[in-house]
Each structure stands twice: as C-alpha cells, then as structure tokens.
C-alpha cells in the first residue's frame, strides 16, 4: 500500500442505490478491519458483511487496499466535520462541550472506526501518515489559533490549545480502544447509552473546569 491521502471516490457515483450500497460496504469494511486488521481481512469477508456478491464489492473497490483507504478517509471526514463549532465568534464553553458530545457521540455510534484509526496508528499508519502530518496539522493548527483567541480575549483559562487537541482524542476514543478495560473497571458486559451519557458529561465538566469555563 502507498502512503496516500484518505479521499473517498466520489465521482461519477450517483444514485440512490450506489451510495447505499458504497455506504454498505463502508460499515462492513469498518467492522472487518476493527477485527482482523488490515492484513487478516478479506474481500470475501468485506462482501459477506455488507450482503453483496463479492463481483458487486470489486465493482466499487477493485483492491483490498482501496477499501481500506476509503474506510479511513470516511472516518476522519466524520471526526473533522466537527470542528466545524469552533470558530472565533463562538462561546468557548459551548463549542468545547459541542465538540466533546459529537467525538463521544461518535465513539459511541461508530466505536469500530475508532478502532481501526487507531490499528492504523499503531503501525506507523502507512496510508494516512501524510496526511496527519499535512492536512490534520494544518486544522489543529487553524482550530488551535481559535483558542489561542480566546484565551488572549480573557474568556477562556490559558492552555496548550494543541495539547488540548490531543487531550480531548484521548479522552473520547478511550472508550472505544479500551472498552474491554472500561467494560471491565465498570462491571458491564458492555458500555450502555447511560454510561455513555455519564462518561461525556465527565469528560465535559473536566475539561470545560481545566479551561477555566
């Protein structure tokens, strides 16, 4: 595989049931390479999960790592979009909190693409590292000056804003990583919809109380 940017093909892919089935076979991959990694996957796998003739997957996807590239970018478009709060006409405390409630609600909704990103991550992630050091530095960076903002207006406590970024990945995608250890320390078999809720309205108060909010 290339180390090339995450990028989903979009083009020339209309209709409705197109997308259903690319956003099918997305979910399915998703779940596939949470499990078995990159190099214990299959197409077989991929196209038994998403309920296609394994034919229709190669149609969309001609290679293994096509899919996965396309895996990647559409869990990192889903994470970046939420950025989208922070901007400097926003009220710190609440586009902070917005933010932390959409990664954990994600983390919840989506908990194998945490896991892939993070397989990904572990192994010097060869296909999206160029784009971490390109495109994800350079949001960090826009978002973090945001902050900085803030933080020179007097309406928020002084922090690192680009540590603050990586306080607040490591916070919200614990719970999907680790859940065996979360699962664990809590006594549950799994993470419900209320341990959910509890963990994102602590993760808030934490960080909104550090940030002086």
Known sequence: M???APVLREEGRGGRIRQQQECAILHAAEQVFARAGFQGATMAEI?????LPKSNLHYYFGTKAEVYRA???HILRLWLAETDCITPDADPREALGQYIAA???????RPDASRVF?????????????????ELRALVADKA??????????RMAPVDPVHLFIS?????????DFETQVCAVL???QLSPEDYGRATAHVQALVLRGCGL
């Open 187 to 189: 006594g549950r078999p």
């Open 118 to 134: 993070a397989n990904e991550l572990l192994h010097g992630a060869p296909e999206i590292g160029d784009y971490l050091r390109g």
């Open 47 to 51: 196209a038994l999960r998403a309920g």
């Open 168 to 176: 607040l990945w490591a916070l919200t995608q614990t719970y999907a």
């Open 103 to 109: 990664k954990m609600r994600l983390t919840a909704e």
């Open 71 to 73: 895996v990647l970018g």
């Open 145 to 154: 000056q945001v902050i900085e903002g803030w933080i020179a207006e007097g």
């Open 2 to 4: 290339s180390a090339t």
